[in-house]
């Protein structure tokens, strides 16, 4: 019973800090009086590094989970897999390309126009909207949803 209840937790707890952190906090400080574009980007160097590090935490945990309690719905697993790819992505591809980036942006070095940033935001999104999926497709299996 607890494997289940937390394999429906993590997706949304996992969509919460992506929305609060992704879609809220990232552009939100840039607003901020004081806040220049180096020192909201060094922020946000941080905030997404140390959001990285949870949803690993997370990914490794709801692989747990489906390791004792196997979703029986392939709406469940494919859902998993895509923003298990969608993580893998952004940590080993897309996270250092931005990091340099925003490197070069703090010391003045960047040449214009980059997508990165663009391709992240919309990755954040399908990952948000997986999520969201995925923790009412597991509550729906557990919890016996018709």
Known sequence: MTTKVL???IPFVWFGLVA???FLEAPLKFQAPGITLPLG???GRLVFYAL???EIVLALSLIVTFWFVRP???PAVVTAAI???ILLLQTIWL???LDVRAEQVIAGTAEPGSSAHIIYIVLEAVKLLALLVLGAALAREHLNFK
């Open 52 to 54: 990285n590090k949870i």
């Open 95 to 97: 996270l250092p390309i």
């Open 20 to 22: 609060g952190l992704s």
């Open 72 to 74: 029986k719905g392939k």
């Open 41 to 43: 980007l060094g922020i």
């Open 83 to 85: 923003v298990l790819f």
């Open 7 to 9: 394999q429906i937790a």
